[in-house]
Nanobody, 128 residues
């Protein structure tokens, strides 16, 4: 059973940057589209970004386009999320998840409840 573990969250001022990592153990997700959801306090979980196994396609929510960059290293079974120009509204618990199946140029539409792999999340807090 593949397990994923996120790391890299923390407290940062608005305009700052953070880099999240998602590492898999117990197997590989190198053939899957993997990505990130986030959940802010009192809100539903929302799609953030995803990347296909060959790194030829990336998908972003409109709210993070131009600020966040997803990447992956299949040799390390790790997916990364570089977050720049952070805003207070980016404050949330960020979850690594996969595999995504329903992605297009407008993002991914998978039901979070149907993802096979979930991490426990890492908290990102952006202060104003």
């Amino acid at each position: 059973q593949v397990q994923v573990v996120e790391s890299g969250g923390g407290l940062v001022q608005a305009g700052g940057s953070l880099r999240l990592s998602c590492a898999a153990s117990g197997g590989t997700f190198s053939r899957y589209i993997m990505g990130w959801f986030r959940q802010a306090p009192g809100k539903e979980r929302e799609f953030v970004t995803a990347i296909n196994w060959s790194r030829s396609r990336t998908y972003y929510a409109d709210s993070v386009k131009g600020r966040f960059t997803i990447s992956r290293d299949n040799t390390k079974n790790t997916v990364y999320l570089q977050m720049n120009s952070l805003k207070p509204e980016d404050t949330a618990v960020y979850y690594c998840a996969g595999p995504f199946q329903y992605c297009s140029g407008y993002g991914c539409y998978d039901d979070p409840n149907n993802m096979d792999y979930w991490g426990k999340g890492t908290l990102v807090t952006v202060s104003s």
